[in-house]
Antibody
Framework: QVQLQQWGAGLLKPSETLSLTCVVR????????WSWIRQPPGKGLEWIGE???????NYNPSLKSRVTILLDTSKNQFSLKLNSVSAADTAVYYC?????????????WGQGTMVTVSS | EIELTQSPATLSLSPGERATLSCRAS??????LAWYQQKPGQSPRLLIH???NRATGVPARFSGSGSETDFTLTISSLDPEDFAVYFC?????????FGQGTRLEIK
């Protein structure tokens, strides 16, 4: 059974860099797209970006200038970096797998990481 | 960017009743529409993909329908565990977008 386990710093100061990692357990990163999605407290879901097993990426234009998603196939994991954070970036961040056999729906999710940006 | 508008924002029903949730897209998404359930403190759970296909392990009381711009998630007979927030999502175009959610609450 494939599971995603994520981790990273939960408290940042404005202008710092958010850094999260998600490891794929019980499966391989090959053959799928892998996404990061966030959810501000009490609000809806916002897609941040995705990386394909080949390493190609797509980002949400609203965050593109500050986001980098990387894939490490040797460690079966992928990561998110978001530069110059502000209070508006406070959210629960999720990693998720897109299943091409399900129209690209997110069939597996990480447990979520609450990231708070505060001075 | 494709906008997804969900209605109603909140739906108050009793266990055993039928729930009908709507998701409308600002332009056609074909059948690339998914539905998710989210309970407090939990990650979203995939219910429906490709507009009408139940994900593995999802009870048969959940069904999805629609195409192009108008989609519906139906729960035929509400179980107490079904009271949660439901989101729709499209991925025919980048960026991938989600609806704002429908909160299904116990009446």
């Amino acid at each position: 059974q494939v599971q995603l386990q994520q981790w990273g710093a939960g408290l940042l100061k404005p202008s710092e860099t958010l850094s999260l990692t998600c490891v794929v357990r019980g499966g391989s990163v090959s053959g799928y797209y892998w996404s990061w999605i966030r959810q501000p407290p009490g609000k809806g879901l916002e897609w941040i970006g995705e990386i394909k097993h080949s390493g190609s990426t797509n980002y949400n234009p609203s965050l593109k200038s500050r986001v980098t998603i990387l894939l490490d196939t040797s460690k079966n994991q992928f990561s998110l970096k978001l530069n110059s954070v502000s209070a508006a970036d406070t959210a629960v961040y999720y990693c998720a797998r897109e299943d091409g056999n399900s129209g690209g729906a997110f069939d597996i999710w990480g447990q979520g990481t609450m990231v708070t940006v505060s001075s | 960017e494709i906008e997804l508008t969900q209605s109603p924002a909140t739906l108050s029903l009793s266990p055993g009743e039928r729930a009908t949730l709507s998701c409308r897209a600002s332009q056609s998404v074909g059948n690339y529409l998914a539905w998710y359930q989210q309970k407090p403190g939990q990650s979203p759970r995939l219910l429906i993909h490709d507009a009408s296909n139940r994900a593995t392990g999802v009870p048969a009381r959940f069904s999805g329908s629609g195409s192009e711009t108008d989609f519906t998630l139906t729960i035929s007979s509400l179980d107490p565990e079904d009271f949660a927030v439901y989101f729709c999502q499209q991925r025919i175009n980048w960026p991938i977008t989600f609806g704002q959610g429908t909160r299904l609450e116990i009446k």
